[in-house]
């Protein structure tokens, strides 16, 4: 993981930043308790259809089963004033993605900022880095995110992400 104010890595369980004195707890005093997660979707603005949400859902399922790498997906309407990286940093840690190992990704879509941001868990780095998560978003969701195809830009992300992923893992 990498420090959202000064992108040093970060593999503290309790992500604090020796470099520019940042921590988590900053995060909490602003977004207070992170939304309910009962799976690999959360999408609290409700832009993704039932076949949308089905489809990523099924290839994430996928991705875990072939890599044992979790994936998780969220919208929200704002990052509450903050930037979206702090905001995705935040969700990855406080809902523990990946486990203790930080074996997972995190992928948040924030609609008031137009952006869609990752946070990749330490034990990954080596097989995805933030740098090439944040090159597929772009590359890959965001232009189809911009027109609006939500379903298809988070599952062509997710999808590419777990290629990447699943490629490592064989």
Known sequence: M??????????????????CGFH?????????????????????????SRRGLRNIDERIDEINKRSKVEIVVATVASSHGRKSAEYVFWLFNRWAVGGEQHRGVAILVDMEARRIESEVGASLEAVLTDDASE??????????LAMKHYDEGLLHAVDVIGRVLENASK
């Open 135 to 144: 090159a597929i978003l772009s590359e890959h969701a965001a232009p189809l």
């Open 24 to 48: 988590i707890r900053d995060l909490d005093a602003v977004f207070g308790e992170p939304p309910e997660r009962d799976g690999p979707i959360v999408d609290a603005v409700g832009i993704l």
């Open 2 to 19: 990498h420090c959202p104010h000064c992108s040093r890595d970060i593999d503290d369980p309790v992500p604090e930043c020796p470099e």
